[in-house]
Nanobody, 117 residues
Framework: QVQLVESGGGSVQAGGSLRLSCAAS????????MFWHRQAPGKEREFVSR???????HYADSVKGRFTISQDNAKNTVYLQMNDLKPEDTAMYYC???????????WGQGTQVTVSS
């Protein structure tokens, strides 16, 4: 079992910044990738960013150049630095961890990000 706890969400005006954190705990003895997804009201959950166990990063086109994912392996924590936020970034942001060692992926409870124009 792996537990994920997100933090750092909030309300900002367009152009502002937020930094999300996601701390993983539990049975973490494998190489893993960590992801951020988001879900806006009335929309499906969508991929935002990924960081692999090797430190490679991937981004959705909609956030490329504005969001930066990073990790602190010693703390099993992943961060999402979000700059130049736009109203369309408003969503619940979810952290996810996945590994070939596990039969399932694990999700956090989500943290709300609201961007006003």
């Amino acid at each position: 079992q792996v537990q994920l706890v997100e933090s750092g969400g909030g309300s900002v005006q367009a152009g502002g910044s937020l930094r999300l954190s996601c701390a993983a705990s539990g049975y973490i003895y494998c190489r893993y990738d960590m992801f951020w997804h988001r879900q806006a009201p009335g929309k499906e959950r969508e991929f935002v960013s990924r960081i692999t166990s090797d430190g490679n990063t991937h981004y959705a086109d909609s956030v490329k150049g504005r969001f930066t994912i990073s990790q602190d392996n010693a703390k099993n924590t992943v961060y999402l630095q979000m700059n130049d936020l736009k109203p369309e970034d408003t969503a619940m942001y979810y952290c996810m961890i996945g590994s070939l060692c596990w039969s399932e992926n694990y999700w956090g409870q989500g943290t709300q990000v609201t961007v006003s124009s």
